[in-house]
Each structure stands twice: as C-alpha cells, then as structure tokens.
C-alpha cells in the first residue's frame, strides 16, 4: 500500500505563496498521474492539480494561472507550488493518485487570511 504524507501548509497573508510537498513511500508512484486535491470546511474534496509521468499538467480552474504542480521522481516527490493565494484557497489540501486513489494521507492545513 502507497504511503503519502503531505507538508507545507501554514497561515499566509492574501497575495501570498506556500510550496506543499507530498512524499510517496513508493517508487512505483512514478508511473501513475499524480494529483493534489483540497477540502474546505464544510464542502466535498475537490480536484486541485494533475501530472502525468509525462509531466502534462491539468489545473482547476479556479486555481490557473496561479497554481503549479511538479513532480521529482528520483525524491518520491509532488508539488504544488501556490502563488497568489486567496482566502478562498483556505482548505486541508491532500495529493493521491489522479482518478484511482489509495488511502488518503492526513493532508495539510493552507489558511489565507490577513
């Protein structure tokens, strides 16, 4: 089973940036299409960010043009690197397989607020 733990999260002001990290226990993650998702209070998890093994991107979009997601395969890494933050962007955010998903890690908190 897939392990994922996700980091970065924190309090920024509006107009800021966070960079979040999701680390995968497995190496074989570099073969599927990897995405970030968030949760707000309240509301059902939704899409964020995609990236296939082939490094094609899909965003949300409520969150193009200001968001972007990579990945480093040889660090078992995702990330979204958030710019431009809004106080509507304030959710647990979480990174899982795109479309297929394995256990759900604890995500991490991003609160914009000023």
């Known amino acids: 089973q897939v392990q994922l733990v996700e980091s970065g999260g924190g309090l920024v002001q509006p107009g800021g940036s966070l960079r979040l990290s999701c680390v995968h226990s497995?190496?074989?993650?570099?073969?599927?299409?990897m995405g970030w998702y968030r949760q707000a209070p309240g509301k059902q998890r939704e899409f964020v960010a995609s990236?296939?093994?082939?490094?094609?991107?899909y965003y949300a979009d409520s969150v193009k043009g200001r968001f972007t997601i990579s990945r480093a395969n040889g660090k078992n890494t995702v990330y979204l690197q958030m710019n431009s933050l809004k106080p509507e962007d304030t959710a647990v955010y979480y990174c899982?397989?795109?479309?297929?998903?394995?256990?759900w890690g604890q995500g991490t908190q991003v609160t914009v607020s000023s």
């Open positions: 899982n397989r795109a479309g297929a998903p394995w256990a």
């Open positions: 497995s190496a074989i993650v570099a073969a599927y299409d």
């Open positions: 990236i296939s093994p082939g490094r094609t991107t």
